[in-house]
């Protein structure tokens, strides 16, 4: 991986290169030490925010009168609570209701007590945490997210003798359920010692339960193999969809179960479907960047594609960071008049970094040279140091409430498919992984005019292609404000839709899904810009699924169907390989 910028050149001496090494490897052990959390970033917040609040008379006073209108609105809730008739306690409405304790067992003796006393530490600190004169506003987000992590951990939801929802479980099971729970914790500890997937996983297997829609490669390098799906209809639309996921994670969250699969259901609608299967890198493939995802992933696919169906454009849809991918990609084919693709489908994808959302928070430059002093070592960032910044995101439903649902209550969960793609992780290279969080995070180029292709920077002002934009509601990876300032750097159409859902399940939104809604509207090329939240505000809501939206799009702007194309081209150099769904999907 390249040298981050406070490196020694190659002309330093000895000792400042030794004196360099030395540093990376202290940091490196730092890394493990913390759990590839930079206690220095935590640090620098904590102290710029006491600090600030130590010189801010008024915040103090402020933060005192709300400590004492809790304490007067605890007294009074506890003085109508026993001198209320016993059988009508439960009905008095406390000073705070959480849907997290919504169970009637949180009114009763003394655990309301303990209840209130903890939402009102976490309203307490929420307001301590916001709005003093002269923080930084990262150094803001930082201290309210932990102190909030700090606040989940003291939850009495947490504990077995704090928590009356488990006490009647377990006088109701005489224990069973605590020793179910400790069944589940000695498995769930085994193996993730032995690194094996959560129970359950194993009923989803990759080219028979999920990534089963019929293909075959017909490209493989050491960055992707390429799948081309087998025709489902008679007739398909000259222009094919080529489908470029992110590499953070495997290809086949687009490809899961043959009713949910948004690839199947393209097929079925009279496309042929390219797909890139990414290699999950190891130590050896350290050393590809950005622009080798780009060269040998979305190029060497194009050209592919290309070579199947010759002469005609292409429909590029990108996910995530394939999304930014292929947006990065078409701006550097306008740039160089190439005119193969006919539009562009960005599926949570951000192309402005100004405001990334909770992601921020793991990164500044304290904590990227961290990453990078730790990947210098192995060449990749372990899947488990990515997923574990995801569950601090979500603490509440990702750690605790699952240890209190599995190990108090002795309840497992079902397993489906989304979970168990979920659980079947991929590794980033070190070299991509550093270029990623500095030149897209921490200085944003793409979206300011910096990013260079071929050693020659690219706009996505160039871009005119007709933009099919989607973004989810409730979205912590690419929140959809972000993935909507699309708008503001191309004037082309762009086609905009907001789905309910996260980052994968508003995407996995197959028809006939129940609670799904989105909103849909275009901007014509050179239209006038809305902002996000005036776009939400007037847009109407439909229900159901967005997909039939995209292949409505998608059809205006393809051709007759007529007779789809052979599998792979020979003759070209892209013979088939093998079966769909690959082998670097396989690989672990």
Known sequence: ??????????????????????????????????????????????????????????????????????????????????????AQRADIEPPISDKRFRESEW?????????????????????AGQGVWGVEKHHENLVNFWAHQLLQVLSPANYWL????????????AGANLSRGLANWLDASTRQLAHLPPPGAEDFVVGRDVAATPGKVILRNDVMELIQYAPSTGQVHPEPV????????????????????????LVGQGYTVFCISWKNPGEAEGGLGMEDYLQQGLFAALDAVQAVV??????????????????????????DGDERLASLSLFTAQTDFSEPGELALFIDESQVSLLEAQM???????????????????????????????????????????????????????????QYLRRLFLDNDLSSGRYEVGGKPISLADIALPIFNVGTLTDHVAPWHSVYKLHNLTPAEITFV????????????????????YQIHTRRAGGRYRSADDWQAAVPVRQGSWWPEWAAWLQARSGAPGKPPRMGAARRGYRVLQDAPGSYVLEK
């Open 1 to 86: 991986m390249p040298r981050p910028p406070h490196a020694p050149g190659d002309q330093a001496s000895d000792a400042s290169q030794a004196a360099w090494q030395l540093d990376a490897l202290a940091h490196a052990a730092w890394a493990r030490m913390n759990a590839s959390v930079s206690p220095q970033s935590v640090w620098l917040a904590w102290f710029d925010w006491a600090s600030h609040l130590a010189i801010s008379p008024g915040k103090r006073l402020e933060l005192l009168r709300l400590a004492q209108d809790q304490r007067e609105d605890l007294l009074l809730y506890l003085r109508q609570y026993w001198q209320a008739d016993p």
């Open 107 to 127: 009114r009763q003796w003394p655990f309301n007590l303990l209840l209130q006393a903890y939402l009102m530490a976490e309203r307490w600190w929420q307001e």
């Open 162 to 173: 704090s928590n009356p929802v488990v006490l009647a479980q377990t006088r109701a099971q």
């Open 242 to 265: 080529l489908v470029v996921p992110a590499w953070i994670m495997k290809y086949y969250i687009l490809d899961l179960s043959p009713g949910n699969s948004l690839v199947r259901y």
């Open 310 to 335: 010759p002469g005609r454009k292409v429909h590029a849809t990108g996910y995530c960071l394939g999304g930014t991918l292929l947006a990065i990609g078409a701006a550097a084919l306008v740039r």
């Open 376 to 434: 210098k070592r192995t060449g990749y960032l372990r899947s488990d140091q990515m997923a574990g910044a995801f569950q601090m995101l979500r603490s509440y439903d990702m750690i605790w409430s699952r240890m209190v649902r599995e190990y108090l209550l002795g309840e497992r969960g079902s397993m489906n498919d989304l979970m168990a793609w979920n659980a079947d992780a991929t590794r980033m290279p070190a070299r991509m992984h550093s």
């Open 498 to 517: 907001l789905t309910s859902g996260g980052h994968n399940a508003g995407i996995v939104s197959e028809i006939g899904h129940p609670h799904r809604s």
